[in-house]
């Protein structure tokens, strides 16, 4: 019973967390598009692959976030407003610190979100996060140290 109280604790801390990080990340926050510097992603009318094109989005170009929907940000800059494929957005943070805080061992780190496999991360393991970045299906990772991301929803901040 003790076992169950501790894992449902825990559950309930990892889901504060996470809905923390997500709303600090959608707090009409600035992302900056990090396709290839020599692409772009299409600025859509609508949430989906189907809508209208409105402009491209740049290497590089700095928008503002109010939500995520089926993969797609709903974005401002200068132009006006559309949605953008979301994991072709990164919040750039200042460097913070992390602790690996997966329930059965390692972490996995990858080349992008949703990525090629670079390595796994031991559990309690510190890394140091430089932004965040959503993948193509809406889930919020994280920009680690010597490249790569991880899934947030196995990190906790050290206070």
Known sequence: MKTRLTAITAFIAFIAILLSIANYALADTTFVCVV????????????????EKIEKLKYGYEVNVSEIVNGY?????????????????????KEEIY???????????????????MCWIKKGSR?????????K?????????????????????VE
């Open 36 to 51: 290839r510097q020599d692409e772009w992603v299409w600025v859509r009318s609508a949430p989906s692959p189907n809508a």
């Open 127 to 135: 890394i140091s996060v430089l932004g965040w970045r959503y993948s």
């Open 73 to 93: 940000a709903h974005i401002n800059w200068v132009k006006g407003e559309g949605w953008a494929d979301a994991s072709y957005l990164e919040l750039p943070a």
């Open 137 to 157: 299906t809406g889930e919020l990772w994280a920009k680690v140290w010597h490249g790569g991301y991880c899934k947030a929803e196995f990190l906790a901040k």
């Open 99 to 117: 602790v690996v805080n997966t329930a059965d061992g390692p972490l996995a780190k990858r080349e992008t979100p949703d990525g090629r496999l």
